[in-house]
């Protein structure tokens, strides 16, 4: 069969986690990208913006669905991911189109979503562009590797894919229709690395290598995005695991001129081993997530993270000579792992310097190693999403202790801190007045491109502009005077 009248539906109604933060569906539009030389129209809709499917229903013969994000426990009911909604929409796609789904929920559970959505004829496991490339060159799923496809009543699930691999594409933006935004500002995601070289007992990836795109293409995509995008977010898992080419980077963005606020993830190695560089991070506009799981080196030493709690501080003593805003990821609920030890993180993660926390609950996959380990335990149970608790924690027990630990860490003190620190990378007061527009207008109006489109011409065209500068401008001053007499205190 040839298709030639693409439709690419990124199905949800809301960013599952981010209430004010509507990130691009970067993988579905690498997809489109891929494969919009095969075809003689596609078109990339995303419904957070739109109401109904059906006036781009016309004419199709082939849907693309991006199933990111889900839970089976949920399935057919309402959830913070609106799967209700996801299902129904899928389950109305008219006969006779070719339904191809592809993300990360499709590839954990293929066979259960053939079973609950009897629309989908093709499920992509893993990244979608080199497999979809070849279905629309060979006119069938029979023999791709990568693809689970139904055969009259059967299933037929083909050989997994070699995921580790770096083809190149980026989203043709020419295809975009909408503004995506963060906290107001124009936001943009890319991706410049696969892989992991690491072996945290937790990660779901098999592939522990790391491969990465050169500079210069990252930079050539970054010259694609629109010019009112501010903020740059790197998919990556790990984009600083190469320091080296981290540092030609931040040098490729001086010399073009290349002035974004950048958001990345990365491990506490990358941030201990190379202080310069990290300094060029800083005066590039990076802001760091970092994985830092615990302080406790026995908890550590169990999830294999590969270091020891000194090495925690080593690096954030050199994000503290920078303005990075840094974000650190807790887990609680680890093996042996007591109150006290989960309570320390507060306490330990201000005297690092961390900017916020984000603390979750264990969480055990099936293709885990730490699936095997806790089936082995039995006083460690695994629950509603994949949540671990224990005969010693139970699961409110746990979200008990991460109110707790949140409550210490943002103390008044600390809370005046992140403000004046965000001035640095952002100006504040006109985030705050857009932010504020943005919750008045969903009360006026109901269609997401109308409030988008008000949002977009007050950011463009800001008759506050000079208002804005100068207190903004006060704020830094405010910041760095705050920030002297708080480390004469020793706070």
Known sequence: MKWKNVLCIYPYRAEPYLKYWKMPPNGLEIVASAIKPLVDKI?????????????????????????????????GGASKFDLDFVYKLINSLPEGITVVAGGRFATDYPDMLFNELPRIDIIIRGYGEDPMIELLKKGSPKGIDGISYRDGGQIVNNRDRNQLVITGIYPDRSLRKYRYTALSMGIDSIYASQGCPFKCIYCEFTEKKWISRSVESIIEEIKTMDRDTEIVFFTDNNVFHDMDRMDKLCDALKREGIKKEFLAQCRVESLAK??????????????????????????????????????????????????????????????????????????????????????????????????????????YH?????????????????????????RRFYSATHLARIIFRFSYHFNLPKVIRQMGL??????????????????????????????????????????????YAISRRGV
């Open 274 to 379: 190379k202080p310069d560089v990290v300094k060029k991070l800083g005066e590039a506009g990076f802001t760091v997530g970092v994985g830092i799981e615990s302080f406790n080196d026995d908890v550590l030493h169990w999830l294999k993270k590969g270091y020891r709690s000194d090495l925690i501080f080593k690096a954030f003593e050199n994000v503290k000579q920078t303005d990075i805003l840094a974000l650190g990821f807790f887990i609680i609920g680890n093996y042996k792992e007591t109150r006290e030890d989960m309570l320390r993180i507060a306490d330990n993660a201000a005297k690092a310097g961390l900017d916020f926390i984000s603390v979750g609950r264990l969480l055990c996959y099936p293709k885990t190693e730490l699936h095997g380990i806790i089936q082995k335990l039995p006083d």
């Open 438 to 483: 943005e919750f008045i207008l969903k009360g006026i109006f109901k269609k997401q491109r109308q409030i988008d489109r008000l949002l977009y011409l007050t950011s463009r065209y800001n008759i506050l502009y000079p208002v804005d500068l100068l207190l903004n401008s006060i704020l830094r001053i405010g910041g760095r005077i705050f920030e």
């Open 43 to 75: 078109d990339v809709v995303d419904m957070r913006f739109e109401d109904d499917i059906s006036p781009f229903l016309k004419d199709r013969d082939m849907i693309c669905l991006s199933l990111n994000w889900g839970n089976p426990k949920a399935l």
């Open 382 to 406: 695994i629950g509603d999403r994949n949540i671990v608790y224990s005969d010693y924690y139970a699961i409110s027990d746990l979200n008990r202790i991460r109110k707790e630990i949140n």
